[in-house]
């Protein structure tokens, strides 16, 4: 692109941005966009930037109070989120978001238990208090990753109402430690099944859950809200040991198909949550998502898409069409909190500058340091931003000795989302228990010439 022709673009987008002032303006120029539609799929472009979770928080908030939003579903894993579900509700036994936060114990733990998460979560329980118990908002997990932890749930409600079928379970179940002893790992369990040393429980998952599924009508005998909720938690764990068994023998054919998988079990369980609050309230369900742009972008506008791989955002957009809002975030440099390594330890690390040539450095260099962009409204200005252009996304790891080939892929913009939202300068998200890696952070790049 020539120099006037990048002039050009950089005041287009000054000319149609709306610049964040951090107050609640803000949110209501988003909730102007988001308009009527019903699922509202929020994004960041990593997993530990300060200002995309409270932005995200924040408007959140407004949905569920202007706009009457009844779930948050995350990408998280169902029983970690169920138990913010439970505390969010009112649950008297868990006392504190902290505590709420707990379940979140596997790598990258930070992702929900921060600081930000936490304060969402107090205010949540906050605002249903004195509501209906149908009338609550809940906070649910769209992953799948929880296979054992999903297991236990389905064994822990079947105890409680049909003591004859959690032994079924049980039997059913023991065929993932048979032979698959190695910590209860479910790589190794995907590892040993693929290469043949021990027998897939593809057909033990789906019976147990076909007999949940077949004894509905008895589990449900005794009406009411918490009735319902407990069957239809144990009905998504269920299915997501089903589908987390699947997955975890995909890992090892194929990229592009675990992926593939992975969203289309979150993509179907946000169909089941949609239905099933739907039931509860006798009114449409209005649902906000939170997950990684690359989730919630429409995969069909990025290389992903060329590869073959889908995800959420394009399988709602298919689904419920303008009743889908995809909101994207981007941010040019500042720090983030990711790790070095896949079970490293969260630290504070420096973002290095955008790339030229990629939407972030455009961004940062229209002058406007944080603002919201539509990409619906300026016919001129899509034309231009749909040429394809490098984007970056941190995800749990930020490897910035590998920046381009570890963090860049190219995409069209204004078709991946319906709005983008910069922060030039982002700061760290603060875990609940920073680490020391975390307090003491990494040495700016400029140093020691401080330039």
């Known amino acids: 692109m020539s120099h006037d022709a990048a002039r050009h673009l950089e005041r287009l987008i000054a ?26 799929l929020i994004g960041e472009a990593t997993h530990g930037s300060d200002e995309f979770y409270r932005f995200r928080a924040g408007l959140t908030r407004q949905l569920i109070e202007q706009d009457g939003f009844s779930a948050v579903a995350v990408e998280g894993d169902w029983p970690d989120c169920y138990r913010v579900n439970r505390f969010v509700r009112g649950d008297e036994r868990i006392i504190t978001a902290e505590d709420a ?16 998460v936490a304060e969402f979560a107090d205010w949540l329980r906050g605002h249903n208090a004195g509501k209906p118990a149908e009338m609550r908002t809940g ?13 236990q749930a389905v064994i822990t409600y079947l105890d409680e109402v049909d003591p004859s079928a959690a032994r079924q379970a049980r039997d059913y179940y023991a065929c993932f ?24 429980c593809e057909r033990h998952a789906i019976d147990t859950l076909v007999t949940l599924r077949r004894n509905a009508a008895q589990y449900l005998a005794t009406d009411g809200f918490d009735a319902a909720e407990d069957y239809f938690s144990a009905d998504r764990n269920a299915r997501t040991v089903v589908d987390a068994e699947t997955y ?3 890992m090892f054919r194929g990229r592009i198909s675990s992926w593939n998988l992975r969203h289309r079990h979150m993509a179907e369980t946000l169909d089941a949550l949609t239905e099933h609050l739907g039931r509860q309230t006798g009114a449409p369900a209005k649902i906000v998502v939170w997950a990684h742009n690359s989730h919630i972008g429409d995969a069909r506008a990025t290389e992903m898409g060329t590869a073959g791989e889908f995800n959420i955002g ?4 298919e689904a419920h069409g303008e009743a889908a809002f995809l909101l994207g975030f981007s941010t040019c440099s500042g720090e983030v909190t990711a790790a070095s390594r896949w079970d490293g330890p969260a630290e504070r690390k420096s973002v290095r500058r955008a790339l030229p040539q990629s939407y972030e450095a455009l961004f940062h260099d229209s002058g406007l340091p944080n603002f919201l962009l539509s990409l619906k409204g300026s016919e001129a200005l899509n034309q231009r931003l749909t040429l394809s252009r490098l984007q970056r996304a941190i995800g749990v790891l930020y490897l910035p000795e590998t920046e381009r080939q570890s963090h860049y892929f190219f995409s069209k913009l204004p078709e991946q989302f319906d709005a983008i939202i910069h922060f030039d300068r982002t700061h760290a998200l603060r875990p609940l228990e920073p680490s020391a890696p975390w307090h003491e952070g990494e040495v700016f790049e400029t140093y020691p010439s401080g330039f």
């Open 177 to 200: 430690d048979h032979g698959h002893k190695l910590a209860r790992n479910p790589q190794q369990y995907g590892y040993s099944t693929v290469f043949g040393i021990s027998e897939s």
């Open 314 to 317: 394009q399988l709602v957009r």
């Open 15 to 40: 000319g149609q941005a709306i610049a964040l002032k951090g107050n609640s303006g803000d949110y209501d120029a988003v909730r102007a966009l988001i308009g009527n539609a019903r699922f509202v």
């Open 101 to 116: 936060l707990s379940d979140f114990k596997r790598f990258p733990a930070w992702m929900w238990r921060n600081e930000v």
């Open 139 to 151: 906070f649910y997990g769209l992953d799948l990753y929880s296979l054992y932890a999903s297991i």
């Open 248 to 250: 975890y023998r995909a």
